[in-house]
């Protein structure tokens, strides 16, 4: 059974500063990976989707690599600002449908 | 392009009442999920449909949780009777296929009181 670990939980940083999220899965055999943000209260935007033969994705101050023979994913946000707050969710699509981590929330402080 | 649409974005009723979720995927996406949000236990599958036929429905917690889809075009989520620990947000993504990604919808705060 695919399990999601996203670490850490809750993360709070300095406006500016460049920060990595850290996300792991127990199967390797995935179609893809896909990281989305979610608002308080808000549904779940789609922010990048990297298959599994690619090694990253990038979307304006946002990066994203993967290793799918070591497990691992991570989201580089550049430049960070106060308006990047928020809970960003990790998860896997393999041959179930996508399994979820439990979310890093993100503080960014002006 | 809309997007998926859920309605109603709030519900509450009481314990016991019949609740009925409702979920619009986007045009020409084959398939259709339904998820439940928890604090405790964050985001869980519960049903999908391939085509508007239901693949896997093992995450639906008990009996009183079905799912239909009578068309492309539309699918609900019903609770019945309902109880409190069923208060979450339910959310409804589509795809237009395996590996192709999935949109979500905004998702339905339920309080069962």
């Known amino acids: 059974k695919q399990e999601v670990t996203q670490i850490p939980a809750a993360l709070s940083v300095p406006e500016g500063e460049n920060l990595v999220l850290n996300c792991s899965f ?10 989305f943000r979610q608002d308080p209260g808000k549904g779940l935007t789609s922010l990048l989707l990297i298959q599994s ?22 989201l580089y946000i550049a430049a960070s600002q ?3 707050s928020a809970t960003y969710l990790c998860a896997v699509e393999g041959n179930t449908p996508l399994v979820f981590g439990k979310g890093t929330r993100l503080s960014v402080i002006a | ?22 979920c619009k995927p986007i045009s020409g996406h084959d ?3 339904w998820y439940r949000q928890t ?19 093992s995450g639906m917690p008990e009996d ?10 539309f699918s609900t989520l019903k609770i019945q009777p309902s109880e409190p620990r069923d208060s979450a947000v339910y959310f409804c993504a589509s795809s237009p ?12 705060r339920l309080t069962v009181v």
Do not use: C
């Open chain 2, 64 to 73: 009183r949780f079905s799912a239909k889809m009578p068309n492309a075009s």
């Open chain 1, 82 to 84: 106060p308006g990047d």
């Open chain 1, 26 to 35: 127990t199967d390797s055999a995935i179609y893809n990976l896909q990281w």
């Open chain 2, 1 to 22: 392009d809309a997007g998926v649409i859920q309605s109603p974005r709030h519900e509450v009723t009481e314990m016991g009442q019949e609740v009925t979720l409702r």
């Open chain 2, 39 to 57: 604090m405790m236990r964050g985001l869980e599958l519960l049903i999908y449909f391939n085509n508007n036929v239901p693949i896997d429905d």
């Open chain 1, 53 to 74: 033969s690619q090694r990253e994705q990038t979307s304006g101050r946002l990066n994203a690599s993967l290793d799918k023979s070591s497990g691992r994913s991570t």
């Open chain 2, 31 to 33: 398939y259709l999920f």
């Open chain 2, 97 to 108: 296929g395996q590996g192709r990604g999935y949109t979500f919808g905004s998702g339905t």
